[in-house]
Protein backbone atom coordinates (compact mmCIF):
# COMPACT_ATOMS: atom_id res chain seq x y z
CA UNK A 1 0.00 0.00 0.00
CA UNK A 2 2.85 2.37 0.80
CA UNK A 3 4.78 1.84 -2.32
CA UNK A 4 1.47 3.14 -4.00
CA UNK A 5 1.18 6.25 -2.35
CA UNK A 6 5.25 6.83 -2.93
CA UNK A 7 4.66 6.10 -6.45
CA UNK A 8 1.70 8.47 -7.00
CA UNK A 9 3.84 10.87 -4.48
CA UNK A 10 7.01 10.68 -6.65
CA UNK A 11 5.05 11.52 -10.21
CA UNK A 12 3.26 14.78 -8.14
CA UNK A 13 7.00 15.77 -7.51
CA UNK A 14 8.06 15.14 -11.00
CA UNK A 15 5.07 17.22 -13.03
CA UNK A 16 6.03 19.80 -10.32
CA UNK A 17 9.42 19.85 -11.61
CA UNK A 18 9.49 19.42 -14.96
CA UNK A 19 5.94 20.77 -15.93
CA UNK A 20 7.12 24.22 -17.73
CA UNK A 21 9.48 22.22 -20.40
CA UNK A 22 6.38 20.87 -21.93
CA UNK A 23 2.68 20.96 -21.29
CA UNK A 24 2.04 17.31 -22.22
CA UNK A 25 4.49 16.18 -19.07
CA UNK A 26 1.83 17.70 -16.79
CA UNK A 27 -1.21 15.27 -18.35
CA UNK A 28 0.79 12.12 -17.98
CA UNK A 29 2.76 12.68 -14.75
CA UNK A 30 -0.67 13.76 -13.03
CA UNK A 31 -2.65 11.60 -14.51
CA UNK A 32 -0.18 8.70 -13.64
CA UNK A 33 -0.28 10.09 -9.83
CA UNK A 34 -3.36 9.61 -9.67
CA UNK A 35 -3.50 6.16 -10.61
CA UNK A 36 -1.21 5.39 -8.13
CA UNK A 37 -2.39 7.28 -5.58
CA UNK A 38 -6.34 5.62 -5.78
CA UNK A 39 -4.63 2.32 -6.10
CA UNK A 40 -2.53 2.63 -3.18
CA UNK A 41 -6.28 3.73 -1.35
CA UNK A 42 -7.53 0.62 -3.08
CA UNK A 43 -4.72 -1.37 -1.46
CA UNK A 44 -5.91 -0.88 2.14
CA UNK A 45 -6.72 -3.71 4.34
CA UNK A 46 -10.17 -4.72 4.49
CA UNK A 47 -12.45 -5.25 7.61
CA UNK A 48 -14.87 -7.80 7.31
CA UNK A 49 -18.49 -6.67 8.93
CA UNK A 50 -19.39 -9.93 9.00
CA UNK A 51 -16.36 -12.02 10.32
CA UNK A 52 -16.60 -13.08 14.30
CA UNK A 53 -14.92 -11.60 16.94
CA UNK A 54 -14.23 -14.90 18.55
CA UNK A 55 -11.74 -15.89 15.18
CA UNK A 56 -8.79 -16.89 16.04
CA UNK A 57 -5.52 -14.52 16.62
CA UNK A 58 -4.04 -16.76 14.02
CA UNK A 59 -6.92 -17.23 11.63
CA UNK A 60 -7.19 -13.05 11.98
CA UNK A 61 -3.38 -12.73 11.25
CA UNK A 62 -3.68 -14.80 8.33
CA UNK A 63 -6.37 -12.95 7.27
CA UNK A 64 -4.95 -9.52 7.34
CA UNK A 65 -1.28 -10.73 6.48
CA UNK A 66 -0.25 -8.70 3.36
CA UNK A 67 -1.05 -10.45 -0.57
CA UNK A 68 2.04 -10.93 -2.74
CA UNK A 69 -0.23 -11.09 -5.43
CA UNK A 70 0.87 -9.07 -8.21
CA UNK A 71 -0.66 -5.39 -9.56
CA UNK A 72 -2.68 -7.29 -12.11
CA UNK A 73 -4.05 -10.11 -9.72
CA UNK A 74 -5.36 -6.97 -7.53
CA UNK A 75 -7.25 -5.38 -10.47
CA UNK A 76 -8.68 -9.12 -11.45
CA UNK A 77 -9.93 -9.72 -8.26
CA UNK A 78 -11.03 -6.29 -7.20
CA UNK A 79 -13.24 -6.48 -10.42
CA UNK A 80 -14.62 -10.00 -9.34
CA UNK A 81 -15.72 -8.85 -5.87
CA UNK A 82 -12.72 -9.29 -3.49
CA UNK A 83 -11.69 -5.31 -2.32
CA UNK A 84 -8.35 -6.05 -4.22
CA UNK A 85 -7.04 -9.35 -2.26
CA UNK A 86 -5.64 -12.30 -3.34
CA UNK A 87 -7.54 -15.73 -4.16
CA UNK A 88 -6.00 -17.35 -0.64
CA UNK A 89 -7.95 -14.19 0.95
CA UNK A 90 -11.13 -13.74 -0.61
CA UNK A 91 -13.35 -12.53 1.66
CA UNK A 92 -17.12 -11.54 1.04
CA UNK A 93 -18.02 -8.45 -1.05
CA UNK A 94 -19.00 -5.69 1.62
CA UNK A 95 -19.53 -1.91 1.46
CA UNK A 96 -15.60 -1.14 1.34
CA UNK A 97 -14.56 -3.50 -1.38
CA UNK A 98 -17.67 -1.15 -3.07
CA UNK A 99 -15.68 1.62 -2.22
CA UNK A 100 -12.25 0.05 -3.62
CA UNK A 101 -13.85 -0.92 -7.16
CA UNK A 102 -15.06 3.05 -6.97
CA UNK A 103 -11.80 4.46 -6.40
CA UNK A 104 -10.23 2.00 -8.91
CA UNK A 105 -12.31 3.15 -11.31
CA UNK A 106 -11.77 6.36 -10.74
CA UNK A 107 -8.07 6.35 -10.65
CA UNK A 108 -8.22 4.49 -13.58
CA UNK A 109 -11.02 7.21 -15.44
CA UNK A 110 -8.28 10.00 -14.22
CA UNK A 111 -5.67 8.28 -15.96
CA UNK A 112 -7.06 7.82 -19.15
CA UNK A 113 -8.10 10.99 -19.18
CA UNK A 114 -4.90 12.82 -18.75
CA UNK A 115 -2.76 10.70 -20.92
CA UNK A 116 -5.17 10.62 -23.96
CA UNK A 117 -3.90 14.33 -24.60
CA UNK A 118 -0.47 13.36 -24.18
CA UNK A 119 -0.37 10.99 -26.73
CA UNK A 120 -3.24 12.88 -29.09
CA UNK A 121 -0.36 15.60 -28.81
CA UNK A 122 2.20 13.21 -29.98
CA UNK A 123 0.32 11.18 -32.46
CA UNK A 124 -1.99 13.06 -35.02
CA UNK A 125 -3.95 11.95 -37.70
CA UNK A 126 -0.76 10.92 -39.95
CA UNK A 127 1.14 9.99 -37.24
CA UNK A 128 4.16 11.70 -35.64
CA UNK A 129 5.45 14.96 -35.97
CA UNK A 130 6.89 16.31 -38.74
CA UNK A 131 9.59 19.16 -38.65
CA UNK A 132 6.95 21.49 -40.18
CA UNK A 133 4.83 20.98 -37.06
CA UNK A 134 7.06 20.99 -34.18
CA UNK A 135 8.45 24.31 -35.87
CA UNK A 136 4.34 25.54 -35.66
CA UNK A 137 4.39 24.64 -32.10
CA UNK A 138 7.36 26.19 -31.30
CA UNK A 139 5.85 29.38 -32.83
CA UNK A 140 2.89 29.67 -30.89
CA UNK A 141 4.45 28.84 -27.74
CA UNK A 142 6.68 31.37 -28.35
CA UNK A 143 3.91 33.84 -29.43
CA UNK A 144 2.91 32.82 -25.62
CA UNK A 145 5.91 33.35 -24.21
CA UNK A 146 6.40 29.79 -23.08
CA UNK A 147 9.95 29.97 -24.13
CA UNK A 148 11.20 26.72 -22.53
CA UNK A 149 8.49 24.62 -24.54
CA UNK A 150 9.12 26.49 -27.73
CA UNK A 151 13.11 25.74 -27.70
CA UNK A 152 12.13 22.27 -27.45
CA UNK A 153 9.93 22.39 -29.92
CA UNK A 154 12.49 24.12 -32.27
CA UNK A 155 14.98 21.60 -31.21
CA UNK A 156 12.95 19.06 -32.15
CA UNK A 157 12.21 19.87 -35.39
CA UNK A 158 16.01 20.56 -36.31
CA UNK A 159 16.42 16.80 -34.65
CA UNK A 160 13.94 15.85 -37.58
CA UNK A 161 14.99 18.36 -40.49
CA UNK A 162 18.82 19.55 -39.49
CA UNK A 163 19.27 22.41 -42.44
CA UNK A 164 16.19 23.71 -40.92
CA UNK A 165 17.11 27.16 -41.03
CA UNK A 166 13.97 29.00 -39.80
CA UNK A 167 14.03 26.63 -37.16
CA UNK A 168 17.21 27.59 -36.07
CA UNK A 169 16.79 31.05 -35.97
CA UNK A 170 13.50 30.35 -33.83
CA UNK A 171 16.12 28.67 -31.35
CA UNK A 172 18.91 31.97 -31.73
CA UNK A 173 15.70 33.98 -30.67
CA UNK A 174 15.59 32.21 -27.36
CA UNK A 175 18.88 32.33 -26.84
CA UNK A 176 18.85 35.93 -27.16
CA UNK A 177 16.23 36.17 -24.56
CA UNK A 178 18.13 34.19 -22.09
CA UNK A 179 20.91 36.53 -22.63
CA UNK A 180 22.99 34.37 -24.67
CA UNK A 181 24.04 35.70 -27.43
CA UNK A 182 27.54 34.14 -28.73
CA UNK A 183 25.19 31.00 -29.06
CA UNK A 184 22.55 32.45 -30.50
CA UNK A 185 24.73 34.25 -33.23
CA UNK A 186 26.15 30.71 -34.15
CA UNK A 187 22.93 29.44 -34.72
CA UNK A 188 22.19 32.76 -36.81
CA UNK A 189 25.62 32.11 -38.57
CA UNK A 190 24.41 28.22 -38.83
CA UNK A 191 21.15 29.36 -40.65
CA UNK A 192 22.61 31.81 -43.33
CA UNK A 193 25.14 28.79 -43.82
CA UNK A 194 21.94 26.74 -45.52
CA UNK A 195 20.67 29.84 -46.80
CA UNK A 196 22.51 33.16 -47.45
CA UNK A 197 20.25 35.14 -48.47
CA UNK A 198 18.06 34.79 -45.65
CA UNK A 199 17.87 37.76 -44.31
CA UNK A 200 15.92 37.26 -40.94
CA UNK A 201 18.66 35.94 -40.03
CA UNK A 202 21.28 39.16 -40.85
CA UNK A 203 18.93 41.09 -39.39
CA UNK A 204 18.43 38.76 -36.24
CA UNK A 205 22.44 38.82 -36.00
CA UNK A 206 22.97 42.19 -36.09
CA UNK A 207 20.55 42.97 -33.51
CA UNK A 208 22.77 40.02 -31.44
CA UNK A 209 25.66 42.12 -31.99
CA UNK A 210 24.09 45.16 -31.20
CA UNK A 211 22.91 43.92 -27.60
CA UNK A 212 26.88 43.02 -27.09
CA UNK A 213 27.93 46.50 -27.86
CA UNK A 214 29.68 45.40 -31.16
CA UNK A 215 27.76 48.09 -33.35
CA UNK A 216 30.99 48.48 -36.15
CA UNK A 217 30.23 45.11 -36.70
CA UNK A 218 26.51 45.44 -37.14
CA UNK A 219 27.14 48.05 -39.54
CA UNK A 220 28.83 45.63 -41.23
CA UNK A 221 26.34 43.38 -42.26
CA UNK A 222 23.24 45.96 -42.24
CA UNK A 223 24.59 47.79 -45.04
CA UNK A 224 24.82 45.25 -47.66
CA UNK A 225 21.26 43.68 -46.26
CA UNK A 226 19.83 47.16 -47.22
CA UNK A 227 21.58 47.00 -50.57
CA UNK A 228 19.68 44.18 -51.20
CA UNK A 229 16.81 44.66 -49.37
CA UNK A 230 15.46 48.41 -49.67
CA UNK A 231 12.30 47.76 -48.42
CA UNK A 232 13.93 46.34 -44.85
CA UNK A 233 12.70 49.29 -42.30
CA UNK A 234 13.55 47.44 -39.43
CA UNK A 235 17.44 46.79 -40.30
CA UNK A 236 17.56 50.42 -41.44
CA UNK A 237 16.17 51.15 -37.64
CA UNK A 238 18.55 49.19 -36.42
CA UNK A 239 21.39 51.01 -38.28
CA UNK A 240 20.68 54.12 -37.40
CA UNK A 241 20.75 52.76 -33.75
CA UNK A 242 24.03 51.96 -34.32
CA UNK A 243 25.42 54.94 -35.69
CA UNK A 244 23.18 56.92 -32.95
CA UNK A 245 24.90 54.51 -30.21
CA UNK A 246 28.55 55.54 -31.92
CA UNK A 247 27.68 59.32 -31.64
CA UNK A 248 27.40 59.57 -35.71
CA UNK A 249 24.10 61.69 -35.62
CA UNK A 250 24.60 62.83 -39.03
CA UNK A 251 24.73 59.04 -40.26
CA UNK A 252 22.27 58.14 -37.70
CA UNK A 253 19.26 60.65 -39.13
CA UNK A 254 19.77 59.69 -42.52
CA UNK A 255 18.30 56.32 -41.78
CA UNK A 256 15.95 57.20 -38.91
CA UNK A 257 14.60 59.83 -41.74
CA UNK A 258 14.41 56.90 -44.04
CA UNK A 259 11.95 54.72 -41.45
CA UNK A 260 10.17 57.81 -40.67
CA UNK A 261 9.19 58.68 -44.13
CA UNK A 262 7.51 55.10 -44.31
CA UNK A 263 5.29 56.23 -42.04
CA UNK A 264 3.81 52.81 -40.65
CA UNK A 265 7.07 52.49 -38.08
CA UNK A 266 6.33 55.81 -36.20
CA UNK A 267 6.24 55.42 -32.61
CA UNK A 268 7.43 57.58 -29.67
CA UNK A 269 10.97 55.77 -29.49
CA UNK A 270 11.58 56.87 -33.13
CA UNK A 271 10.15 60.18 -32.38
CA UNK A 272 12.01 61.06 -29.43
CA UNK A 273 14.98 60.17 -30.56
CA UNK A 274 14.94 61.59 -34.36
CA UNK A 275 13.91 64.79 -32.18
CA UNK A 276 17.12 64.31 -29.90
CA UNK A 277 19.53 64.21 -32.95
CA UNK A 278 17.75 67.15 -34.15
CA UNK A 279 18.30 69.12 -30.80
CA UNK A 280 21.74 68.34 -30.68
CA UNK A 281 22.49 69.66 -33.89
CA UNK A 282 20.60 72.53 -32.96
CA UNK A 283 17.49 72.07 -35.70
CA UNK A 284 15.29 73.41 -33.13
CA UNK A 285 12.11 73.26 -35.57
CA UNK A 286 12.50 69.65 -36.30
CA UNK A 287 13.18 69.18 -32.47
CA UNK A 288 10.29 70.27 -31.34
CA UNK A 289 7.88 68.97 -33.95
CA UNK A 290 9.15 66.03 -33.08
CA UNK A 291 9.18 66.53 -29.83
CA UNK A 292 5.13 67.27 -29.53
CA UNK A 293 4.74 64.16 -32.22
CA UNK A 294 6.31 61.86 -29.35
CA UNK A 295 3.52 63.17 -26.25
CA UNK A 296 0.91 62.05 -28.96
CA UNK A 297 2.32 58.10 -28.50
CA UNK A 298 3.07 59.18 -25.03
CA UNK A 299 2.27 61.76 -23.23
CA UNK A 300 3.99 60.56 -19.76
CA UNK A 301 7.38 61.70 -20.58
CA UNK A 302 8.74 64.54 -18.38
CA UNK A 303 11.67 65.34 -20.12
CA UNK A 304 9.97 66.20 -23.18
CA UNK A 305 7.70 68.64 -21.31
CA UNK A 306 10.75 70.03 -19.82
CA UNK A 307 12.58 70.82 -22.81
CA UNK A 308 9.23 71.85 -25.03
CA UNK A 309 9.10 74.44 -21.84
CA UNK A 310 12.70 75.65 -22.72
CA UNK A 311 12.67 75.94 -26.28
CA UNK A 312 9.09 77.53 -26.92
CA UNK A 313 8.99 80.89 -25.03
CA UNK A 314 5.64 82.97 -23.46
CA UNK A 315 2.64 81.10 -22.76
CA UNK A 316 2.78 78.29 -25.07
CA UNK A 317 5.79 77.45 -23.22
CA UNK A 318 3.94 77.30 -20.24
CA UNK A 319 1.76 75.34 -20.81
CA UNK A 320 4.61 72.58 -21.61
CA UNK A 321 6.52 73.87 -17.90
CA UNK A 322 3.38 73.25 -15.97
CA UNK A 323 2.72 69.91 -17.37
CA UNK A 324 5.83 69.43 -16.62
CA UNK A 325 5.87 70.69 -12.75
CA UNK A 326 2.67 68.10 -12.45
CA UNK A 327 4.16 65.45 -13.52
CA UNK A 328 6.94 65.66 -11.26
CA UNK A 329 4.77 65.80 -8.39
Same mark, same amino acid.
Given at each position: ??????IGCV??????? %???????????????????????? *???????? *??????????????????????ADR??????? *??????????????????????????? @?? %??????? %? %??????????????????????????????????????????????????????????????????????????????????? @???????????????????????????????????????????????????????????? *?????????????????????????????????? @??????????????????????????????????
Open positions: MRIYFAFLFAMAL %FWSVDSSIVYIFLGAACFFLFLGF *NSRPVQNS *NQSFRTSYRQAELENYPSTDSILKNLFQG *NGGQGQSHRQPEDAMAKGRKIALIVGV @TF %FILFTIP %F %FATIFGSNGAYDSLSYYEVAQQQFAAQEYDSAYLNFKRALELEPEYAEAMVGCGDILVIRNERDSAILMYDNALQINPAYKEA @TYKKALAWYGQKKYNEGIGILVPLIEAEPEYYDAKWLLGDCYYTLNKYDEAIGWYEDVYQ *NGGMRSSNLCYVMAYVYDTKQQYDKAISLYQETL @TYDSTIVGIYKRLGELIPGDEGNIYRTKAFELKQ
